[in-house]
């Protein structure tokens, strides 16, 4: 009888587990006096296992009856569990209590998982206490984690706990979903930090701290390019975790496969939902981040393996399993396995899944009997006399009464067969459908044939008869080993499209969606689109040889189902290589058959082929090539870069090597192909390669190794194919006997004798692994071009312009994390130039914005975001890119004095007047501040053309055309800086409280203020003298033309550097404005701290008062853009006036430390609230 540890409980120490081995709470124990009662079993250097005596060998003798009684005596509530496990350092006396059990049997599976995971890891510590901390944490986390797995279901309160503790420690928002946690140990270096990892929606968490060491990590799911679990020298089994190219390793994990499998999902469920948008649909059952939880998380997992083995549509899901055995008559024996009941279905497959496996609908179900209550036995009738028996099913009554329940709900979805005229075409619909294959067109099977290959093609119809007979036929077939034999030897042409249609599940698909195909013509024929203009482009490339694809029969039919397809599903629309892959299925399917099957090829077995970046053929190559590694390691040795068969073997994928062999040929691996899926085609992929070692091993070059391949290809030949010679795409060597030739069938046998042990679940496993690798590749090759083109144009650093690149780039994913739907995903396009990727709306770039910008300006903030974000949005749609961010962002930083002031006296610009417009029709590219000659002078000019530094590359440097060309740069800067419009009385008022909120908490914030002080008083005496000397010059010319008088009322240029007039001194320019109050604006006009608008009248330099200023309407630099009375200024004057402040200049020209502000951009971004 199994024993509990009551005594541990009296103790005080924590066991949850309900069988009779568990972990404890370590307490020290004093060995001493104890020995005559433990005997030591096994013992290393850390840990002991002991067997109280009394129990087991010497339980008989007197000592046994001794304890037995002492324990009684004692502790009589209780029984002693009569193993346990101490821990110990060599240099320590003192012994831990770590763990129970009431066997050896069960001791042993805690004492091997401290021999696998522990004993190792222990040799990198320096001292015993370190040893003694690290076991006794890692203990106590692993009772946590029994504890989290037997209560979380059940006490939400507990979790809830975990969540706050989650929030806390990590300060992300708390819409974050924490879905799970796990005790584990991260590795830094060679030294473990026991703590908890947590898994939550969007970031992989780990937080330890021993030893007063602290290790916090947060870690976005779309910023993971690797994970796999591993194993080495030091580490059992971990969890490597790549991210930005640096590897993490996570171990001594109680559920290792567990962990690994949430993880996998997660990481996988973030690429599909923010990277790979083609894949993920509004009815994704995973679609709202907000509700993911653990079991929903298993549950998708299993509805996914479930639909993926048997081949069954979308929408069924796994509702009910039942373990049983399957009387088999072809056999004459049982077979154990699993009966898999979901909406429209019940699957079975056995135990090993390769023995047998079989699909019936529900449909087919007319009754279910309970003949032998003994056995626990089930009887199923089917339409067509069949019936299949069960036994030993555990809860065979509720099976029973579910197949009832749902042979009544499910009921039979009968295909619609409308009338067809002579020449086999539907004409119960607006469009024409083909009901025939073309192959049965085109090339009519002749009975009385008696040509040799003919002959054995009957052969092969009959040995097919045969299987049908004894392993039925249609949706209910037994699927053997003898069935996969008879598709490797190939399928005989009149039953292709038949099992084609079968094996792949499109069947079910079209069962359950009858007149699915005919309102999709209906709705789509005669339309125009994008995708019907490339279709119409490839429709005479597929198949040309073949006579099919000659005639409008053919043509037409591609159309429809092409254009049927991009209308069903527009994420993916059209895609070359569709085209191929179509004509074919229409050769031996009828029309809307083959529309089922690219349905099926198109979105369950060759998912994310056929988008834009052909995402699932790329990582079906990075699959390959670790095949290549795996199991032709001679060409592995010979080649280290596999990157070459990558792209060599990417038509394989693609076309299903139709691309490649002869039709006759390439038939044949589409039947395999079908039948196995990606498997088939990765096995073949590695027969070819190594029927070709030899000659691969003496390639100089990879145009060599292509010839090879090609002429391979070449020579691939079907002997037994019925196909008349002028269909056949035989090379020109066909007849050529030097030349050795290879059957299909043999290569394909081949490639299963040799690889056929390779698993399904394998390949599926390394298509996860590998998947992010390649979405990560693909994101990489993206940054690197944007930041290749941006550096071009700012003087920030590589390193910084790499982390604002993944700063931008998260702050679009921020935006996504929490919402079912965001608008800001579509905002991310990869099939636009690089630069377009990624974009920022309104809101997304002022959050990110307020994180980098160098000056703190607690005033109106908004709209100083607001109007960056406009000047920024070159083009005016809305967003604004990496490059348009970086330019501004780049004057803040690196530019000088005259830079910065332009930016922030645009800033001020009111936007959708004039002035706006004006500055949106600049090009809005930095030049460079300093014009020494190792500079670069390559800008932009104003029609949009790049100036390319002359005689660039070349070792004799032109100086005269360098200084032509600085000459030309500085014109052009001048005549910017005219080009800019006034800034009117509100708009200057706005700028000066900017610049009170920029020198607010300076060291020389008083010098600041009275500077600015100064330079407002200076240029209100400067615009009252230009009004007087305009006013004069208007009363002098009154009685001239309009055209002279236009010509003469122009405003005067008054230098900013040089005296004005003599009615103002030149030393009263620098005196502080403040005592002189009737010369300068009301204080809270210009204070940071005013929020009211100069509505009222201002005071003028000479007093008198003047009337707040309205949008101008005119040309900005005419005395008609400004109303009499009010005052405006130009970019010229504020500049000269500013630069005459040396407090401020120093400001301005003040480095800034462009690093702390990203580094703490880094930290506060996720805490910005969306």
Not at 140 to 157: H, M, N, T, V, Y
Request: glycine share 4%.
């Amino acid at each position: 009888m199994r024993l509990r540890c009551s005594q541990c409980h009296a103790r005080g120490h924590v066991s949850l587990k309900t069988d009779g081995s568990m972990w404890l709470k370590p307490e020290e124990v004093l060995l001493k006096n104890a020995l005559k009662l433990w005997v030591t079993e096994k013992s290393n250097d850390y840990f002991v296992l002991q067997r109280r005596r009394g129990y087991g060998e010497d339980s008989g003798g007197l000592t046994g009856l001794l304890v037995g009684t002492l324990d009684t005596v004692f502790d009589s509530t209780a029984k002693v569990a009569p193993f346990r496990i101490l821990h110990q350092t060599p240099d320590s006396q003192v012994y831990w209590n770590i763990a129970c059990g009431a066997s050896l049997e069960e001791i042993s599976q805690h004492w091997d998982w401290l021999q696998q995971n522990i004993i190792r890891t222990l040799s990198v510590f320096d001292s015993g206490d370190d040893i003694t901390s690290f076991v006794q944490g890692k203990i106590r986390g692993l009772i946590a984690e029994e504890g989290k797995s037997a209560c979380d279901e059940e006490d939400p309160e507990r979790f809830r706990e975990v969540v706050l503790r989650f929030e806390r420690l990590f300060g992300l928002p708390q819409r974050e979903k924490l879905v799970t946690y796990y005790s584990c140990s991260y590795w830094r270096g060679r030294v473990p930090n026991q703590g908890w990892i947590y898994l939550s929606t969007n970031f992989l968490c780990f937080y330890s701290y021993m030893l007063g060491n602290e290790v916090k990590l947060v870690f976005p799911w779309d910023e993971v390019s690797r994970l796999e679990r591993t194993s080495n020298v030091l580490l059992a089994e971990s969890i490597r975790v790549r991210v930005r190219g640096e590897d993490h390793f996570f171990s001594m994990f109680m559920r290792l496969q567990q962990t690994y499998l949430i993880m996998q999902q997660l990481a996988d469920y973030a690429v599909v939902r923010f990277f790979d948008k083609e894949m993920f649909h509004a009815e994704h059952p995973l679609s709202n981040p907000l509700h993911i939880t653990q079991r929903a998380l298993e549950k998708h997992a299993r509805n996914q393996s479930f639909r993926s083995f048997f081949r069954l549509p979308q929408e069924e899901n796994l509702c009910e399993v039942y373990e049983s055995f399957l009387w088999i008559p072809f056999g004459h024996m049982n077979v154990l396995g699993k009966i898999c009941v979901s909406e429209n279905y019940l699957c079975f497959a056995s135990q090993d899944g390769s023995q047998c496996h079989l699909i019936i609908p529900l449909w087919e179900v007319f009754s279910v009997e309970l003949p032998d209550r003994s056995t626990r036995a089930l009887t199923m009738c089917m339409r067509g006399k069949r019936a299949l028996r069960f036994s030993e099913v555990r809860d065979y009554e509720r099976l029973a009464a579910t197949i009832r329940r749902k042979c009544g709900t499910a009921g039979s979805p009968q295909h619609s067969f409308m009338s067809q005229d002579e020449e086999g075409v539907m004409v119960g619909q607006s469009q024409a459908v083909s009901t025939e294959a073309l192959m049965n067109v085109f090339h009519p099977h002749n009975a009385e044939n008696l040509d040799p290959k003919m002959l054995k093609e009957r052969m092969k119809e009959q040995s097919w008869q045969i299987h049908f007979a004894e392993y039925g036929r249609g949706t209910g077939m037994f699927c053997t080993k003898k069935t996969r034999d008879l598709i490797v030897r190939g399928v005989p042409e009149t039953l292709r499209g038949e099992l084609w249609m079968l094996f792949s599940g499109a069947v079910h698909d079209m069962t359950s969606n009858p007149g699915y195909y005919g309102r999709l013509l209906e709705e789509c024929m005669g339309s125009s689109s994008l995708a019907c203009d490339e279709i119409e482009r490839d429709l005479h490339r597929s198949l040309p040889e073949h006579p099919a694809f000659q005639s409008d029969t053919g043509i037409s039919a591609l159309r429809r189902v092409l254009t049927a397809y991009a209308h069903r599903n527009p994420k993916i629309g059209y895609c070359q290589a569709m085209n191929i892959l179509t004509s074919v299925l229409l050769l031996y399917a009828k029309e809307e058959e083959a529309f089922w099957l690219l349905v099926a090829v198109c979105e369950r077995m060759l998912p994310d082929y056929f988008n834009r970046r052909i995402i699932g053929a790329l990582v079906d190559q990075a699959v390959f090539e670790e095949l290549i590694r795996e199991h032709l390691t001679q060409l592995t040795e010979h080649m280290t870069d596999l990157s070459f068969f990558s792209s060599v073997s990417l038509s394989w994928f693609l076309t299903l090597f139709i691309s490649v062999l002869p039709i006759e040929s390439a038939v044949n691996v589409v039947d395999c192909f079908f039948y196995d899926g990606i498997k088939a085609i990765l096995q073949l992929g590695l027969a070819v390669l190594d029927y070709n070692m030899d000659n691969l091993l003496c390639c100089h070059d990879d145009a060599e190794a292509v010839t090879i391949l090609n002429r391979f290809f070449d020579n691939v030949t079907n002997k037994d194919s019925p196909l008349p010679a002028t269909v056949q795409q035989a090379s020109a060597t066909a007849n050529d006997k030097s030349i050795q030739k290879v059957d299909i069938s043999d290569l394909i046998k081949e490639a299963y004798e040799k690889y056929g042990d390779i698993r399904t679940e394998e390949v599926e496993n390394m298509r996860k692994r590998n998947k992010l690798y390649v979405i990560q590749t693909l994101e990489d090759t993206t940054k690197q071009n944007v930041l290749r083109v941006v550096a071009q144009d700012v003087k920030c650093s590589a390193a910084q312009l790499d982390e604002l690149y993944m700063l931008f780039k998260r702050q679009h994913f921020v935006s996504c994390y929490w919402s079912v739907s965001s608008p800001v995903l579509h905002n991310h396009d990869p099939s636009l130039p690089y630069l377009d990727q990624y974009q920022l709306d309104q809101s997304q770039f002022s959050s990110l914005f307020n994180l980098l910008q160098p000056w703190t300006t607690d005033t109106h903030v908004r709209s100083l975001t607001r109007s960056a974000f406009h000047i920024l949005d070159e083009n005016g749609d809305g967003l604004v890119n990496f490059k348009e961010l970086i330019c501004g962002l780049d004057i803040l930083y690196n530019r000088s004095f005259t830079e910065k002031l332009k930016f922030l006296f645009k800033l001020h610009l009111q936007s959708g007047t004039q002035e706006h417009t004006i500055l949106k029709s600049s090009t809005f590219i930095p030049p460079a501040e300093d014009h020494s000659f190792s500079t670069r002078l390559s800008d932009l000019t104003e029609d949009g053309v790049i100036r390319k530094c002359p005689e660039k590359g070349r070792a004799k440097v032109d100086l005269q055309e360098y200084l032509k060309q600085w000459q030309e740069d500085l014109q052009r800067r001048e005549e910017n800086i005219k080009d800019l419009p006034r800034i009117n009385q509100v708009q200057f008022i706005g700028l000066t409280k900017t610049l009170y909120g920029v020198f607010h908490g300076d060291e020389e914030e008083e010098s600041l203020y009275r500077a600015v002080a100064r330079v407002t008083s200076l240029l209100l005496r400067m615009e009252e003298v230009g009004r007087k000397l305009q006013e004069s010059s208007l009363q002098k010319t009154t009685q001239s033309t309009p055209a002279s008088s236009q010509s003469t009322a122009q405003e005067p240029e008054v230098s900013p550097t040089t005296p004005i007039s003599a009615d103002i001194p030149a030393e009263n320019t620098r005196e502080p404005p403040f005592s002189q109050h009737e010369t300068a604006p009301s204080h809270s006009d210009i204070t940071p701290n005013s929020t009211s608008r100069p509505s009222t009248p201002t005071s003028s330099p000479t007093g008198t008062s003047s009337p707040a200023l309205d949008t101008p309407t005119d040309t900005p630099t005419s005395p008609s853009a400004v109303r009499d009375g009010d005052w405006s200024f130009s970019f010229e004057q504020v500049l000269a006036s500013l630069l005459n402040e040396p407090s401020v200049v120093r400001f301005f020209e003040r480095a800034v430390d462009a690093d702390a502000l990203i580094a703490q951009a880094h930290k506060n971004q996720l805490k910005d609230k969306h």
